[in-house]
């Protein structure tokens, strides 16, 4: 009966996000100040790639079953969530300093 209630507290918890999505950690000071014209649009590019893993990632697969079985998909929806609000932020920071940075850039 303990084996039994053991695997079934191990399953339950093996349920809780067992997808990895990419994070994306917020444009810093330091980055903000150091971009220029094309490494911000090269970071925006490295943003648009992470978006397009988050999606892949959240496709069904075998770790969607094992996820539903576990927490009915809700360890993983809210990972996803995160994972997208994360990358949508700093996306959202590097095209406010690329409109910035970019069109002095072309003025100047």
Do not use: H, W
Request: proline share 3%; hydrophobic share 40%; aromatic share 6%.
């Amino acid at each position: 009966m303990y084996k039994a209630l053991c695997l079934l507290a191990i399953l339950l918890l093996s349920g809780c996000a067992l997808k990895q999505y990419p994070q994306a950690p917020a444009v810093t000071d330091e980055e903000a100040r150091s971009y220029n014209c094309p490494a911000l649009q090269t970071e925006i590019a490295k943003t648009q790639a992470m978006q397009q893993q988050i999606d892949k990632t959240g496709e069904f697969d075998a770790l969607t079953v094992i996820g539903f079985v576990g927490d009915f998909g809700i360890g993983n929806g809210i990972a996803k969530a995160n994972a997208n609000s994360k990358v949508s932020a700093r996306l959202k920071q590097l095209e406010a300093l690329k409109a910035i940075r970019c069109q002095e850039s072309q003025t100047g």
